[in-house]
């Protein structure tokens, strides 16, 4: 090969087969669109939630997270706080909750306290409620710590609910008869 040839070699461009270039695509799309609920939140040097339970008016202010990881003190807190009401029992939540609520906040200009509804469920207050509505899951994600059902304080429920469903990070159901949004981190669906 002359030096011409292996010059005009080197430049030439790998040809791609349809199935390359169609792949390519799909890959640059989906990075485009990929859900950005949290993308923002590590720039925050801490997270703190104000919040109202409002079955035993108990309120708190908590920090759960600083100087890049979670604060097992604030967690702690929080998981007594969002204890089954009924039963006193309580469950470790998950901390991917309290980012969504953070991360919702952040997008809403309402900066009242998270109200909540309902937190961790015991399997027996949820065959309880689930005996008195149709509408209570038989295995439901408030029995593994990973939903809650929550209104924020100066803020309209649609608000919370369209706010809460643009982070596309879990399941999102609102309900404006009972008067609540629930969220949880499960797969993202919306109703």
């Not at 720039?43 to 919040?51: C, D, G, I, K, T």
Request: hydrophobic letters at 35%; aromatic letters at 6%.
């Amino acid at each position: 090969m002359t030096v011409k040839q292996k010059d005009h070699a080197s430049r030439q461009t790998p040809t791609l087969s349809r199935r390359g270039f169609i792949t390519g695509c799909a890959a640059a799309a989906a990075a485009m669109v990929a859900p950005t609920a949290f993308a923002n939140i590590k720039q925050s040097p801490e997270r703190v939630l104000a919040l109202h339970h409002l079955h035993t008016g108990e309120r708190r202010r908590v920090t759960y997270w600083a100087e890049g990881s979670y604060i097992q003190d604030g967690l702690k807190e929080i998981n007594h706080l969002l204890r089954d009401h009924r039963t006193g029992d309580q469950h470790s939540m998950d901390p991917a909750l309290f980012d969504l609520l953070h991360q919702v906040q952040a997008r809403l200009e309402c900066r009242g306290e998270f109200q909540i509804i309902s937190g961790y469920r015991s399997p027996k207050t949820n065959k309880m409620l689930r005996q008195n509505s149709s509408g209570v899951a038989k295995r439901s994600m408030h029995m593994d710590g990973k939903a809650l059902d929550i209104r924020l304080a100066g803020c309209e429920l649609k608000q919370l609910h369209r706010a809460a469903k643009s982070l596309k990070a879990g399941g999102v159901g609102l309900y404006t008869r009972s008067n609540f949004v629930h969220v949880d981190t499960g797969r993202v669906r919306y109703w």
